[in-house]
T-cell receptor, first 116, second 111 residues
Framework: DTEVTQTPKHLVMGMTNKKSLKCEQHMGHRAMYWYKQKAKKPPELMFVYSYEKLSINESVPSRFSPECPNSSLLNLHLHALQPEDSALYLC???????????????FGDGTRLSIL | SQQGEEDPQALSIQEGENATMNCSYKTSINNLQWYRQNSGRGLVHLILIRSNEREKHSGRLRVTLDTSKKSSSLLITASRAADTASYFCATDDDSWGKLQFGAGTQVVVTP
């Protein structure tokens, strides 16, 4: 079992749907991350939150909208996605890197997203 | 974007044998980390080595870091079928948590 919980585990949606991915951690981490991972590829960073504020957006299309409502929760709102957005979406958390260097990130098991 | 490369891309060994994989990177780093990913699961942190360290051990894992060559290696000794997974190196080169992952090595350990 991982300490970072992601729901749902699987999601199939049409290109006109709106859905949300959820991530929760109770390790007291104040940095949280979204990654996208295509099959047989490494994870690619999408967003970084630090103290519930967006600190990094890696030029992600606006059809992906992150939200950090509190220190334990991270959401990724999806709207008008494209078939190429089908992937495994991973959430991770860590201590804030600028305050605690040399700390690992803790990953959830991801949401496998399929866009029809 | 990927920081560097890993080799080999795939490795098939028998239980009890050692597995070695290498990672190269391009820029100066704060630390280098190794993660394991089982099929359909998230990444599990294995070991972190700081830029001023040269070797680190954790159980059956041994990691080396050569900053002059910008390379690292991960050795798994006495491998087990449960070690079957993809292994990724990741470099941390700033204070913002932006990990740069290598392409990964897929390891298969057969009984």
């Amino acid at each position: 079992d991982t300490e970072v919980t992601q729901t749902p585990k699987h999601l199939v949606m049409g290109m006109t749907n709106k859905k949300s991915l959820k991530c929760e951690q109770h390790m007291g981490h104040r940095a949280m991350y979204w990654y996208k991972q295509k099959a047989k590829k490494p994870p690619e960073l999408m967003f970084v939150y630090s103290y519930e504020k967006l600190s990094i957006n890696e030029s992600v299309p606006s059809r992906f909208s992150p939200e950090c409502p509190n220190s334990s929760l991270l959401n990724l709102h999806l709207h008008a996605l494209q078939p190429e957005d089908s992937a495994l979406y991973l959430c991770a958390s860590s201590q804030v890197p600028s305050e605690n260097s040399n700390q690992p990130q803790h990953f959830g098991d991801g949401t496998r997203l399929s866009i029809l | 974007s990927q920081q560097g490369e890993e080799d080999p891309q795939a490795l098939s060994i028998q239980e009890g044998e050692n597995a070695t994989m290498n990672c190269s990177y391009k820029t100066s780093i704060n630390n280098l980390q190794w993660y394991r990913q089982n099929s359909g699961r998230g990444l599990v942190h294995l070991i972190l080595i700081r830029s001023n360290e040269r070797e680190k051990h954790s159980g059956r894992l041994r990691v080396t870091l050569d900053t002059s060559k910008k390379s690292s290696s991960l050795l798994i000794t006495a491998s087990r079928a449960a070690d079957t997974a993809s292994y990724f190196c990741a470099t941390d080169d700033d204070s913002w948590g932006k990990l740069q992952f290598g392409a990964g090595t897929q390891v298969v350990v057969t009984p």
